[in-house]
């Protein structure tokens, strides 16, 4: 755990000489403020709100008035008996109250709020999911910057220890102790050191610049956090979790249901609809001999459709294969998900085995290296043996980098498909 140790005595330097360092929850916390896409689902949350409430209205009667003025004239009245009356006006006027009610609609109100429910669900189910999906970005951005970092030094100084080994090669073949042939190789590691780290810089600058995009700061300062999480006892358990939990698979879920609700819609227009309706009106000058009426009504209607050009059957079956396509979408769905998750319970089974290879191996060319510096300092091997030492130190260095933040990923991938991933669970050190 060298690397770690390096990271955090690295870090606690960097706090006393600046308050301002970024940790990894501070990370997230930017990252979420400042996402975009998290936003716009919070909208859709808020919108299939609206849409469920209105499914829920549909159950309330409802109330309208009217009102209607009109100016009228009568003239050239003649009777059957040919007598002609006088001309006259009106202006009739009238008032009503409607009030109806929808007592039966085939169920088609309840399977309307249910999908309207589940797809609210939906979209809550998909802002977490975002949620999480931006929190284990900004992990992996926070963890690439801080080895891009620790990979930068190391081709730093793997060019400084070059470049003298190089000097030190151009010096002995002016005293006749070596051949320009390893003076041409020296410099050839020297040239190679260089791009390395030109691609290394290169490298840091675009994780960097994507780090900003994401988490909307600057990575500067940051503090190296491990991670610390509960991990299941076996595959068996961790795959109970996610079934559960994933969001991926509760979302399948969620559109099932969705489709299952819409089967039962298009069912209900088999059914008939009973509507109950209350009028009073009150009308003035209705007539040339009536000047005020009162007219109160309740009225029930049935409308019950028995033949629609079989546009309804059409519906059901439409509905009944859109629900089969869905069902065969969260099997798949959740095959597919335990394929991923058993790939990463493995990945995680053997990191800590991974990294304690990458760190023998890093042990040991370390010892290869200064010994082969040593005998090539008493004759016994040459330029080009130290030089291949030192790569090879190098490559074992960065590797063994590298197999400590995958641990520290793959951890937060195990949180992630659990569904677990969030700043509460999520404990770092």
Known sequence: MKFFVYLITLSTLLLSKNAGALSLNEAIDESLANNLLLKMEANAVDIAEEDYFQSKTSYLPSINISANIAETEYSNIRAQSGITSNDYELSPISKSIILSQSLFSGFSRIYNSISSKESLNLKRLNEKKVTQDIILETIEAYYNVLIAEKTVQSYRDNLESVTERSNATIREYEVGLVSKTDVAQAEAYLNNAKIDLLDSKIILKNVKNLFLDLVGVEAEDLIFSEINVDIPNSFNQFKEILIANNYSIRMAEANLNIMDANVGVAQSAYYPQLNLTATLSELDEYSSTVDELTSEEIKASLNWPI????????????????????????????????ILSENIWDTFQISEQTIKAAELTYNANQTAYKGTVIEQEVGERSVLDVLKARQSLLNSEINYFNKQKDREIVKTQIMYMSGILDLENLKVN
Do not use: C, D
Request: cysteine-free.
């Open 307 to 338: 033949f629609t050009a079989g546009k309804s059957l059409s519906n059901v079956r439409k509905a009944k294969e859109m629900k089969n396509s869905q069902y065969i979408l969260l099997q798949k769905t959740r095959n597919e998900t335990v």
